[in-house]
């Protein structure tokens, strides 16, 4: 089992950045592939990006793609999600997971909160 710690997360206001991070441990980091997903009050758990093991490939959803942007740096055991221009509509708890080749999410971490006012 994967360990996944996500930080990052705060208040701030529309047109901000953030950059949450996730930390993992447990396996060997260059092997996974990691995604980020969000759960808004209300609603259902949803994509938002993810990454291949090496890093190379990526897959936004539409709604974040051109302001989103994940990255991963096995050195540090680390998958960052750069959040610009951020909206009222992104605010929710952004958790990050394993994935399988084709995203299906397995090991997940506590979630980090993000709320942005407008």
């Known amino acids: 089992q994967v360990q996944l710690v996500e930080s990052g997360g705060g208040l701030v206001q529309a047109g901000d950045s953030l950059r949450l991070s996730c930390a993992a441990s447990?396996?060997?980091?260059?092997?996974?592939?990691i995604g980020w997903f969000r759960q808004a009050p209300g609603k259902d758990r949803e994509f938002v990006a993810r990454?291949?093991?090496?890093?190379?490939?990526?897959y936004y959803a539409d709604s974040v793609k051109g302001r989103f942007t994940i990255s991963k740096d096995n050195a540090k055991n680390t998958v960052y999600l750069q959040m610009n221009s951020l909206q009222p509509e992104d605010t929710a708890v952004y958790y990050c997971?394993?994935?399988?080749?084709?995203?299906?999410?397995?090991?997940w971490g506590q979630g980090t909160q993000v709320t942005v006012s407008s």
């Open positions: 447990g396996r060997t980091f260059s092997s996974l592939h």
């Open positions: 997971a394993t994935t399988t080749t084709t995203g299906s999410p397995g090991d």
């Open positions: 990454i291949s093991r090496s890093g190379g490939v990526t």
